[in-house]
């Protein structure tokens, strides 16, 4: 089969596909940001076509065709969902009245896919509000001067017509926390800005992701990432020291003009901030940058 020939037939079928999935209530605008960055899928057909004189063997073509049809069915299942109303809802507050004596906290996030929101909104310790297809399993309890909390999903749900996850979550600023966040494919943000911060293990499979820092002490930081848009914002006069690791990837970290020493880039105001983060991010493909943000006076 000619590559002309399977690319046509590739075409009808993804379309004829995406329909389909439409009618079902499962193309949502992620799915297509995400289905559009296969494109290069395209040149690496033809490319494999140049080694049989720009023929396909007829079991490669099936091959082709069947692995990029599950592509885009997982792609589609993963994504969120078009719509946000119903679900089940699920809220779950920690109270400082309750517990007087804390001083950190442990978070452990694990969020399959839809919008996740966090900040610093709230008088209590822990505020959360969670809506989604499957119920969310918030949980936590208290030793000595932590506070250990734990949410996540029960059971497996596929994205619905009109239903998909949001969370929103707000941290203490009075206590210092290790953050743990484990998602699918997300649409977030973390503003992180002004909540002490020991450590933050980001795990993102695909969306995009944008994390808020500012005033969080010494931080150390590890981001994996995969078909996912990572964004950091961080004030000029916050100390950044970055490993950045990704071939596929794409970054703005040699635009920002930060020297390059032993593989990390490291921002002109480390060694006088008051606050440092260490960060290590893998992304397999995607993007990653980071923007720097005037400080206000």
Do not use: C
């Not at 099936?62 to 885009?72: E, K, P, S, T």
């Amino acid at each position: 089969m000619r590559a002309g020939t399977l690319l046509l037939a590739l075409f009808f079928i993804l379309a004829g596909l995406v329909i389909f999935l439409s009618n079902l209530g499962y193309v949502s605008p992620m799915f297509i940001q995400q289905l559009l960055r296969f494109w290069p899928l395209i040149l690496i057909i033809i490319g494999i076509s140049l080694f049989w004189g720009g023929i396909i063997p007829r079991f490669l073509s099936f091959i082709l065709v069947a692995v990029i049809i599950v592509g885009v069915l997982v792609l589609a299942f993963a994504a969120p969902g078009p719509g946000i109303q119903g679900g089940i809802q699920t809220q779950l507050s920690v109270e400082q009245g309750r517990y007087p004596n804390l001083e950190t906290g442990q978070l452990t996030l694990h969020f399959g896919g839809g919008r996740l929101f966090l900040d610093r909104q709230t008088e209590n310790w822990f505020d959360g509000s969670f809506r989604g297809p499957a119920q969310t399993v918030p949980s936590y309890n208290v030793e000595e001067q932590t506070l250990y909390l734990n949410l996540r999903e029960r059971g497996v749900s596929l994205p619905g017509r009109n239903i998909i996850n949001i969370w929103h979550i707000h941290l203490s600023p009075s206590l210092r926390w290790e953050l743990e966040v484990d998602s699918g494919a997300v649409d977030g943000e973390l503003d992180l800005e002004g909540i002490p911060l020991d450590s933050v293990n980001l795990k993102v499979g695909a969306g995009n992701m944008t994390v808020k820092l500012g005033d969080n002490g010494d931080v150390n930081m590890r981001v994996e990432a995969g078909a996912a848009n990572i964004k950091l914002l961080v004030p000029e006069d916050m100390g950044m020291d970055i490993r950045m690791n990704g071939v596929l990837a794409n970054t703005n970290l040699r635009e920002l003009g930060w020297p390059l020493v032993d593989g990390r880039y490291r921002s002109p105001s480390y060694n006088r901030a008051t606050s440092r983060v260490l960060l290590d991010i893998d992304v397999a493909v995607g993007n990653f940058t980071v923007e720097v943000l005037p400080i206000q006076s």
